[in-house]
């Protein structure tokens, strides 16, 4: 009888504690990154997307990139905060990087880092593969460009100066 008593304590105690830890993690704040492609060639451009999952109700400070994300890897395009509201009184906070680079190498992106009051949550570090174009070195002089030349289009605006 006594051994059934404390039998009926411990699978208590145990899920108590189970339902507690639940709902402790259930207001973490998360920080997650993902790269659409991460091998392309110099001068490509490739998508970095950065959500930051949390409450509601918590400020939260989000530092992103200027113009370089480390050395080598540059930031072309930062979209605006997309606010999408997931369920049980919680946020996810998006945020699209266009990033590029003109150096072949192996890169390991830094984190992002996202301020929840005193605490500092980090993200997970990504790879990205910057690869030179294939060159034929027995033919040195014959070379193709990664992409055609770029011509504007025709806008009869730009020849008012000449027609008057």
């Known amino acids: 009888m006594i051994l059934r008593r404390y039998h009926i304590v411990y699978v208590l105690f145990f899920f108590f504690t189970y339902l507690y830890g639940m709902k402790a993690q259930a207001k973490q704040t998360l920080v997650e990154v993902n790269i659409d492609v991460a091998d392309i060639m110099i001068g490509e451009q490739t998508m970095l997307h950065l959500n930051v999952t949390t409450d509601k109700d918590k400020q939260l400070l989000i530092p992103l990139p200027g113009d370089m994300l480390m050395k080598g890897v540059e930031v072309l395009h930062i979209t605006p905060p997309d606010t999408m509201d997931i369920k049980n009184n919680r ?4 945020y699209d990087l266009l990033i590029t680079s003109f150096d072949s190498s192996l890169y390991l992106l830094p984190s992002f880092l996202a301020i929840d009051g005193r605490d ?13 174009p294939d060159v034929d070195l027995e033919h040195p002089d014959e070379f193709n ?6 011509r504007p289009p025709f806008v ?3 020849y008012y100066a000449l027609i008057y």
């Open 145 to 150: 460009d990664i992409k055609d030349i770029w």
């Open 156 to 158: 009869l605006a730009d």
């Open 91 to 94: 946020i996810t906070i998006k």
């Open 120 to 132: 500092t949550l980090y993200s997970d570090q990504v790879a990205l593969k910057v690869s030179s």
